[in-house]
Structure formats: structure tokens, C-alpha cells
């Protein structure tokens, strides 16, 4: 049997399960309904393709969730309050259910500017009430993913920001760069104020950009020394994670495993 | 949700639950199984499903009605998908020149191993995979696929159908043979008995 292929396309466009092959609200379809009431064969491919989509649509669903992610995105998410609090009071509300745009901070010149505008924000007050200190010696345990998620945004925002500060000597002393783990040297550094506890050190070079992330917290998952393979996601972001001393740091490098690894030294560990 | 969409609500088990939480409680599944059936990895999916509920935070007050907050997520999930996509330089829809399809009268076995359908779908490009999802995960009709790609009704169908012709010769290779020519479709498949039906 044969049919032509704009029929078919026809019969592939009808959702499992619907009348849109007689609905009026279907146009397209109809030089095809016509032909299945006239034609066993072509009524012979539709029920093929109704059976085929059935199977395909219940098959579709049958995905396992990995463990834990709940907890993962929950973290996240409570990791960019402030950020979020200051910005959905301002973007300009839509129809219902569309989104305007999806950038993330470094996407958007108004998102920029918002970000600058909240972190001054947040920072002075949290110097005027003395957030900074608190916040500063409260520890976090973080899984390894957590952490991973945590410290790419912190990256993909610190780069994003123009608050840096050139001067090294002001860094804060329980954010220290750990200058023993790296080849890198860091040009400038960057504070998150209000509950974000992380210090991001620039360690780009030449075109390549790169941040060390230090973050207070526990992640008991991770080694005491950077991984010589470093995770990657799809969006060509390498990271290479471990503790030490109470601190978590995260190397955060886009481009290569290999512009990664000429941020460490040659005798560094094998971990990862 | 609530007039201010990151106000807390009632404390759970001496716990505060933001409406963030409760996004993510209850679509989370729906989030995630979308998000796996487009990228096709776990890791990826993950990724895909923590960028959408990160740009949903940030854009709540854009959410007047929950109950289209599945569809919202899903919408900005695609929207996420598409634009990482579009870094990644992907293969591309010219790729897509099918061999022309046959149906199987009957597929084989009750329903399909979820790693075979996942490996068909990976083989299409990121844009027919998404109309494919579209159609079988939200059941969305062609036309409201054409209007939220902004895509042309009729490439939209071309699409799915090509899409489906790839998972149907993926799924029952076994029992499909290939027939010539472009215009016409031959649909063959073998029958409970063993017989061709042409």
C-alpha cells in the first residue's frame, strides 16, 4: 500500500487518543479524513499510527529520578535569594503563563545592571548590621553536585559583576586563595554579601575565563586537593572541586579540560 | 501561588516552605522526565531541570495561574534546552534527509524499552526531539507546537512526521524494510501472522 507522504504527515499530526482528524478546528487534516473514510488502506495506517504513538506516548514518561535531586534543585534555589527577591519586583509582569526571556545573569545587560544594583544593596547592609561576619563562620554542608551547582553560578555571576577588588591585600583573611593548589594567581577578587559566604578569585588568563571559588562549608565527598579531570556540563564549563581547612573551592574554567589543568601544578594529584 | 510569589508559607514540620519548594515538589517529575527525554543524559537533564527552576524563581511574578505551571515550566524548560542547543552547535535539521518509512502493523511487545526509545530520540536533531516531546509528553496539537516554536504549520508536521519515521525505523528495525521514492510512503509491517501487508 501506498500513500502520499503529506497524508501520512497528516495521520503523524493527530495526537494519540483525539479527534483532530475530524475536528474543524484542524483544517489541515481534512483532505486526509476524507481518505480514511474512503480508503481501508490509509485507515489501515492510521490505526498503525495510532497504536505506534500510544505505545511511544506511555513510554515517554517512564523515566526514573535520580536520587536526591529534589533536595539538589531545592538547594539551589535557596542559594540566590537575594538576587531573586529584589528582581521579581521589577521585571514587568507578562500574560500569564509566557515567559519574557530566559537569560541568566551574564545574558542580560538590565540583569547586570540588577545584579549590580543588588549586590551593593546587599552589601551595605550587611556591613551596617554586621551580616557579613556572621554569615562568614556559619558552615554549610554541601553534597558534591550541590556544591558544583553553587559554585558555576557563583562563577557565571562573579564574572558577570563589577564590583572586583584588585586589591589582594584586602581579601578576607578566612577566604585565602590557596596559592599551594594552583599555578594561577589571582588579579582581583569579589565577596558575595548577604548569606552566600564565598569569596570568588579571578584566575583568568589570556582569553580563558576562570574564577576560584572559595565557599565556607563542609562537602565530605570531596578530597584535600584538586582533581586533575575536572567535571563538566554541556555548556563547556570544567570544574574542579575539593576541601580543605573548612573551606570548599571550586576551580571554575570554561573552555577545556586542558586550559583546566595549566591552572595546576604539574605534581598535583590524580584525583577525579 | 501567593500574592508575593517568594513569600513563605506555613511551616512544615517546624520547617518553612517557600512557593519555590512547593514548584519544585510538584512538578519536579514532570520537569526532570521532560528534561531527560531531551537531552537524553542524566547529568544534562539535571542541568536542564535546575536552569528551569532557577529562571522560574526569577520570573514567579510572571506565573498569575497556577494551575498552568506545569506548562510554564515546560515552556521555559524548552526555551533553556534551545538556547544551550544553539552553544553547542548541534547537528542541524538539514541532516534529516529520511529514507521514506514503513509502519509496523504491530509493534513488538506491549511497550517499548525505555533505553531504545531514548536512544531513537537521541538521534534526532534538538529540534524535531522537541516537537516529538511536545506532541507525546504534552500532547500538544501541531498547531499549538507551530505557535509556540514559531514555526510554520506545515514544517511542524513535516517535522513530527519525519521525527516519527526515525523512531519507527529505530524501534522496529528488525521489521522494516526500505522502500524508493519521494513522494509516496510505503506502509508495511509485519502482521501478527508473519505476512507482509502491502
Redesign the interface.
Known sequence: ?????KI???L??C??A?D?LHSA??P?LAEAAALVREDA?VQ??LT??Q???Q?????????D??EG??A???A??AA??A???I???E?A??E?????S?S?PADSTRRVWMLRAAYAAAASVAVAVGVWQYTATREVQLSR?DFR?LSK?LHTQALSAEDWQTDLAQAPADFPFPKDALLANAKRFKTFPGDRHAVAYDVSFGNRKATLIVYRGTAPELDVVPPRTPSF????VYQGLWRRNGLLFALVVEGSPAVYRQLLPSNQGTLG | MADN??SEQEPVDGKMVTD??RL??EH??AV??YA??L?GK???A??L???T???A?????????PS??R??LL??LR??FL??CR??KETLAGDLELP?EH?????AG???D?EA?QAALDELPPEFRLIV?M???E?????EIAASQELP??T???R??RA??I??RRLFAESVEVSSG????????GSPNGQT??
Open positions: 500500500m501506498m500513500i502520499e507522504r501520512l504527515e497528516a503523524d499530526a495526537r494519540p483525539s483532530d478546528d484542524h489541515e488502506a489501515e495506517a498503525r499510527v497504536h505506534f504513538d505505545q511511544i506516548g506511555q513510554a515517554m514518561e517512564d523515566v529520578l535520580p535531586l529534589a539538589r534543585v531545592k539551589r534555589l540566590v535569594p538576587v531573586v527577591a528582581q521579581a519586583t521585571v509582569p507578562v500569564a503563563a509566557e515567559p519574557v530566559l541568566l553536585g551547582a553560578d556540563d554541556s555548556q563547556g | 510569589p517568594l519555590q519548594d519544585v515538589d519536579l517529575t526532570y522526565r531527560f527525554r537531552t542524566a547529568a544534562d539535571e542541568d531541570t535546575q536552569q527552576f532557577l529562571i524563581q526569577e520570573r514567579i511574578d510572571q506565573l498569575r495561574d498552568r505551571a506548562g510554564w515552556t521555559v526555551r533553556c538556547k544551550n552553544r553547542k521514506l509502519i509496523p502493523e504491530q509493534p506491549d511497550s517499548f525505555r526509545l516531546v506532541f507525546y509528553f500532547q500538544c496539537s501541531y498547531k504549520i506545515g511542524v508536521m513535516s513530527l512526521s516519527k519515521s523512531l519507527r519521494s513522494d509516496h510512503c510505503s506502509v508495511q509491517g501487508v502491502d
